[in-house]
Every structure is written in C-alpha cells, then in structure tokens.
C-alpha cells in the first residue's frame, strides 16, 4: 500500500504535467497565428486604408486588421509591406522607430523596406502595392 504522501506527489506531479501540456499548446497556437493570421499574408483586392496624410514623412503606420504596414519615406513616397511575420506566420503589433515587431518570437523587421533585421525570421514582409489616390491610401492588386 502507498502512504498517503507518495500518492499526493504522483497527483501533483500529473497536474503539473497537465499544466505544461495546456501552456505548450498555448504558445503552439501562438506561433501557428494564434495572434490574429488568417488567410492570405497580402490583400487579394485592393484595400481603402484611409487618409494618406496620416502617416507622417519618415514614419510608418501598422494597420492590424487589414494586415499591412505602410511607410513614407517622403512627401507622395509610400511603401506597404504584409504585416505577418515570415517565420510563423503571426500578425506584428508594433511599428516603433523604424522597425516592424513581431511578438511571437522577437523578429524585427526594417519600416521602410521590410528587410529582417533581427530573426528567427529569415525572409523580408512581402511588398504590396500601394498608391495615394484622391487623398486616400490604396494598398493590394491594382493599386
């Protein structure tokens, strides 16, 4: 027979495990693009993303739900970049002196050309097309 110390130690211990088990499928969500990543990583139709002089000269602009980043690196001048991140595929959170963040796994990537910076990520953001037009930013196939 068991005493009852032994036995409280094996329930522990498998509660434990079943916590680490749910934490690693946690984190396995996250980096599958538990952070929002869903369909195409660029807009397969053109995208209004609103007024083009909200982004200042030198700066840049993350638009989470369509899943871009635009920069404008000078007057008329902008660049779009898919915002999911090349290593796995999680949507970045933070654009901030010049560079793009990816939560998942600490990837960084350069605003203005959407090189890597920092890895995992081995691969720069795809580039998306993206125009000024009447005042307005226009970013996928056709703009």
Do not use: W
Not at 45 to 72: F, H, T
Not at 107 to 122: E, I, M, N, R, Y
């Amino acid at each position: 027979m068991t005493s009852p110390s032994a036995s409280s130690a094996s329930r522990r211990t498998v509660l434990r495990g079943a916590a680490l088990v749910g934490a690693a499928g946690v984190g396995a969500a996250a980096c599958a693009g538990g952070t929002g990543a869903k369909g195409p990583a660029t807009p397969t139709a053109p995208v209004d993303l609103g007024a083009a002089g909200e982004i200042p000269v030198g700066g840049a602009r993350l638009y989470r739900e369509q899943k871009l980043v635009v920069s404008r690196s000078a007057e008329g001048e902008y660049k779009a970049f898919s915002a999911v991140c090349t290593h796995a595929g999680c949507v970045v959170t933070k654009v901030e002196n010049g560079k793009i963040s990816c939560p998942c796994h600490g990837s960084t990537f350069d605003a203005a050309t959407g090189k890597v910076l920092q890895g995992p990520a081995g691969a720069p953001l795809p580039a998306v097309p993206v125009k000024a037009d009447g005042g307005k930013l226009i970013a996928g196939p056709s703009a």
